[in-house]
């Protein structure tokens, strides 16, 4: 049903291989919420960890939800650049499934406040100084070409394991300590009959601009379209964090873009060998788009050349 359902009223089997006293966990801040969902910074045994929960109001299909995320990270298995899970509380009392804390928050919020000071990577031309703070980190464009290579590589991961992500995007990447990436949300049950493609995310952003052409028109998604989206991610990785198809407003615009050959330019701070790449990832027949395995190969020689 779809009724709102109070706290303790469900009851999951113990898994004692992911189990953790709740006593050993002290919940603190709010990191982020969604609908229905909502992660918490904690703290266990002197690590910090992130929580995720379900909101007050939620109904039974949240929780099952929840618990099919836990149970995908479960059989995922564990990889550098994806949000491990580190374990569970789901015995007398609300559900907390616990995983990996990322101290950098999303990649897009990330490169956007590191942009070089006062430069609007989109435009080569003299640009006013930027109102924005600072940059905390300096990164250069090897530092780029390495945070590409890690999402494909934990994409190539994910894929091996046959877990198709079906919304990867900057926002949905994660900046953890030196620099070390991770892919977040991978496990999430996503209902794509009833993707809303005039709905905006949480920012304001419409994530049909991340969508490959067969998903948008038949809303088909596998690997390779998991593909297109990296290709798009790339884009957003060299423009700092920049909107991608500024002038686009539906998802019948993109796609009649996309079918008429027209794709995003390359940004003015890109090398041409990453701009190839991202034309590769955005060919209309997904079978023409490199799969992750040869995109990890491709940024590991262009790494190498830069050593
Ligand atoms: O950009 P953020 O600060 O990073 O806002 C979102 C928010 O919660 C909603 O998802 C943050 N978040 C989610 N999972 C984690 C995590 N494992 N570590 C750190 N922050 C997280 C995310």
């Given at each position: 049903g779809n009724e709102p359902t109070p706290f303790n009223e469900y009851e999951f089997p113990l898994d004692s291989d992911w189990e953790l006293p709740r006593a050993q966990l002290i919940l603190g801040a709010t990191l982020g919420e969604g609908a229905f969902g909502r992660v918490v910074m904690a703290e266990v045994n002197n690590a910090i960890v992130a929580v995720k929960m379900v909101k007050e109001g939620h109904t039974d299909d949240d929780i099952a939800s929840l618990v099919r995320e836990m149970e995908v990270m479960k059989i995922i298995g564990r990889h550098p650049n994806i949000i491990n899970l580190l374990g569970c509380?789901?015995?007398?009392g609300p559900l907390y499934v616990i995983v990996e804390y990322a101290p950098h928050g999303n990649l897009k919020d990330f490169l956007f406040k590191n942009r070089?000071?006062?430069?609007?990577?989109?435009?080569s031309s003299k640009s006013p100084p930027s109102p924005l703070p600072p940059p905390q980190h300096l990164i250069n464009e090897k530092d780029l070409i390495k945070f590409a290579h890690q999402i494909a590589r934990g994409m190539d991961y994910l894929a091996s394991r046959?877990?198709?992500?079906?919304?990867?995007?900057a926002r949905n990447v994660l900046v953890s300590d030196d620099y070390v990436l991770k892919i977040a949300d991978f496990g999430l049950a996503r209902d794509i009959q009833s993707t809303d493609y005039y709905r905006k995310n949480t920012n304001g952003?419409?994530?049909?601009?991340?969508?490959?052409p067969e998903s948008l028109q038949e809303k088909f998604y596998d690997s390779k379209s998991d593909v297109w989206s990296y290709g798009i991610l790339l884009w957003e990785i060299m423009t700092f964090g920049a909107q991608p198809y500024p002038a686009i407003m539906s998802a019948e615009e993109l796609y009649s873009y996309l079918m008429s050959g027209q794709r995003m330019e390359k940004?003015?701070?890109?090398?041409i060998n990453i701009y190839i790449l991202m034309r590769q990832c955005w060919h209309?027949?997904?079978?023409?788009r490199p799969p992750f395995t040869e995109i990890v190969e491709y940024m590991d020689k262009l790494l190498q050349a830069k050593e």
């Amino acid at each position: 049903g779809n009724e709102p359902t109070p706290f303790n009223e469900y009851e999951f089997p113990l898994d004692s291989d992911w189990e953790l006293p709740r006593a050993q966990l002290i919940l603190g801040a709010t990191l982020g919420e969604g609908a229905f969902g909502r992660v918490v910074m904690a703290e266990v045994n002197n690590a910090i960890v992130a929580v995720k929960m379900v909101k007050e109001g939620h109904t039974d299909d949240d929780i099952a939800s929840l618990v099919r995320e836990m149970e995908v990270m479960k059989i995922i298995g564990r990889h550098p650049n994806i949000i491990n899970l580190l374990g569970c509380c789901s015995q007398s009392g609300p559900l907390y499934v616990i995983v990996e804390y990322a101290p950098h928050g999303n990649l897009k919020d990330f490169l956007f406040k590191n942009r070089p000071y006062g430069r609007d990577p989109l435009d080569s031309s003299k640009s006013p100084p930027s109102p924005l703070p600072p940059p905390q980190h300096l990164i250069n464009e090897k530092d780029l070409i390495k945070f590409a290579h890690q999402i494909a590589r934990g994409m190539d991961y994910l894929a091996s394991r046959r877990c198709i992500h079906r919304d990867l995007a900057a926002r949905n990447v994660l900046v953890s300590d030196d620099y070390v990436l991770k892919i977040a949300d991978f496990g999430l049950a996503r209902d794509i009959q009833s993707t809303d493609y005039y709905r905006k995310n949480t920012n304001g952003r419409l994530p049909i601009k991340w969508m490959a052409p067969e998903s948008l028109q038949e809303k088909f998604y596998d690997s390779k379209s998991d593909v297109w989206s990296y290709g798009i991610l790339l884009w957003e990785i060299m423009t700092f964090g920049a909107q991608p198809y500024p002038a686009i407003m539906s998802a019948e615009e993109l796609y009649s873009y996309l079918m008429s050959g027209q794709r995003m330019e390359k940004p003015s701070k890109c090398s041409i060998n990453i701009y190839i790449l991202m034309r590769q990832c955005w060919h209309f027949n997904a079978d023409d788009r490199p799969p992750f395995t040869e995109i990890v190969e491709y940024m590991d020689k262009l790494l190498q050349a830069k050593e």
